[in-house]
């Protein structure tokens, strides 16, 4: 995990505050890396119910097919998955390919204790958190990362509602 830092500068709602091209925060996630405890409870619950399946049907192929379409929908635990917060836009790194985010799809945004969910609606229609984006801020420095994504938002979005 690395954060470069800041070099914004200005009062608040003046244009000196627009987010320079060289100011970047790049972080990384890897909950089941980092020791995160609801990761490892996460995969704790599957061998649970993997163990539970084979058992209700007498047949470890039952059980190892239930792994393994619970392992396929809980993919992102598992993989290191680098987020990058800049100018243009909020980036995350999956595999070698990068999905970008512009600010302008972005409508509104939510902070959390562990991350922010990035709302591609502003109306708050119930199938919203089907449409949006969380970003974890991570286990490693999470209170750097929460400030200073916190800021980038702001800066692009407005003040939180």
Not at 76 to 97: E, L, M, N
Not at 129 to 146: E, N, Q
């Amino acid at each position: 995990m690395s954060s470069s830092p800041s070099t914004r500068s200005g009062s608040k709602g003046s244009d000196s505050q627009k987010i320079n091209r060289r100011d970047r925060l790049e972080w990384r996630v890897w909950p089941i890396y980092d020791g995160d405890f609801y990761a490892w409870m996460l995969l704790f619950g599957m061998m649970i119910l993997a163990a539970a399946a084979t058992w209700l049907t007498g047949r470890l192929e039952i059980g190892l097919l239930t792994f393994c379409l619970l392992l396929l929908t809980t993919w992102q635990f598992f993989v290191p998955i680098t987020y990058q917060a800049h100018f243009d836009g909020i980036q995350r790194r999956i595999f070698r390919r990068w999905l970008r985010l512009p600010w302008q799809r972005i409508r509104t945004y939510r902070v959390f204790p562990n991350g922010v969910f990035l709302s591609l609606q502003s109306s708050g229609q119930t199938a919203e958190a089907l449409r949006g984006t969380f970003i974890p801020f991570g286990t490693r420095m999470s209170a750097i990362v929460k400030r200073r994504l916190c800021g980038f938002l702001e800066t692009q979005l407005g003040e939180q509602k």
